[in-house]
């Protein structure tokens, strides 16, 4: 007898709980997308798990109806590479902070991606502590006036996706909470992706950081200040698709098109360069070249999971299965009489 597909919803994924974020948070506008793409992506809902540090980010396992796990501070990768480990069948989504992430978490974040484990990360990037009521977090700008610096911050912020590319990430990318289409096509991509995807979302906190990214949103500005990546296609942006970027020596430059430059001046994205990738992510605090969203890089490359469990097989067919019974009693055993 044949059992009956079941199609699932949107409403599938949402849970019966009140969702305590505050009003106008970008956070919902993630959530909605995310629920929204994961009855399309074909998998069964008791393989979903979404694993969370701590954060505003991290009440997310709340108010999805799947499997979930609200852990401890930066520890989200540990926890979702021994899920994934345990049951490689699971679609494990880390769902993460700039704070969680980048600050106590920065060690397990830099591990997971160089083991690519066949995970999602979404780093929800708002530049603040949200959670703690508005201190600067790792990904603050210099200068940045909060309760804990207000001389103004004089760290140096951390760039995510340089981060990630740094530490072998095998997919690479940008999203913003106000474009939920293009941000649903890319947790796609970052789902069919095999390894390790790093999805960084920015965020507004309208409570301690409004308007963070304003100009990357704000209807006259945004075509200017951010440019969008498709791979393949010319770096080009503007409102009217004016400009574009070109490489200048070993730095990216902007040019007007016209009469000097034309489409054909421009270089052309590849996800699969990554020394351009690495160019593209230092792009983010250049405030002579636009913001850059969408896959900034993409690699094939063998996961940790796929070649623990080759391992696991080779030693079974050298050595045999082996009884549990047997490993515990070991090699060196005595009676004591």
Not at 222 to 236: C, D, F, H, T, Y
């Amino acid at each position: 007898m044949e059992t009956k597909e079941i199609k699932l919803t949107k409403k599938d994924f949402s849970s019966d709980q009140d969702i305590r974020w505050c009003p106008g948070c970008g956070d919902y506008a993630i959530l909605s997308q995310v629920q929204k793409i994961f009855p399309e992506l074909g998998i069964p809902k008791h393989q979903f798990l979404v694993v969370s540090g701590i954060g505003c980010s991290s009440r997310f396992p709340y108010y999805m109806n799947c499997y979930g796990f609200h852990s401890i501070h930066g520890r989200a990768p540990a926890i979702a590479t021994g899920a994934k480990l345990s049951n490689p069948d699971l679609s494990v989504w880390v769902v993460t902070g700039d704070g969680d992430a980048m600050s106590i978490g920065g060690n397990h974040f830099i591990h997971v991606l160089r083991r690519n484990i066949d995970l999602n990360i979404l780093l929800f990037n708002n530049r603040i502590y949200g959670l703690t009521k508005g201190q600067y977090s790792p990904t603050s700008e210099i200068g940045k006036k909060t309760v804990s610096t207000p001389m103004g911050s004089l760290d140096y912020p951390f760039n995510p996706p340089a981060l990630a590319l740094g530490s072998g990430g095998t997919f690479v990318a940008r999203a913003l909470d106000k474009e939920v289409k293009h941000m649903g096509l890319i947790l796609k991509e970052a789902h069919t992706h095999k390894g390790t995807s790093f999805l960084e979302i920015y965020q507004n906190c309208n409570i301690f950081n409004d308007g963070a990214f304003s100009n990357l949103t704000d209807k006259d500005t945004k075509l200017s200040a951010r440019i969008i990546l498709e791979n393949g296609q010319p770096m080009i942006f503007g409102p009217e698709n004016n400009h574009g970027i070109i490489l200048d020596g070993s730095s990216l430059k902007v040019v007007e098109i016209g009469d000097k430059y034309s489409v054909d001046d421009l270089l052309v994205h590849d996800i699969g360069d990554k020394n351009l990738a690495m160019l593209i992510s230092e792009m983010t605090y250049n405030e002579e070249l636009p913001v850059p969203f969408g896959i900034f890089y993409k690699e094939d490359k063998k996961t940790y999971e796929d070649m623990m469990i080759t391992q696991i097989n080779e030693c079974i067919k050298s050595k045999g299965k082996p009884d549990l019974q047997t490993l515990i009693n070991g090699s060196e055993v005595w009676e004591v009489k």
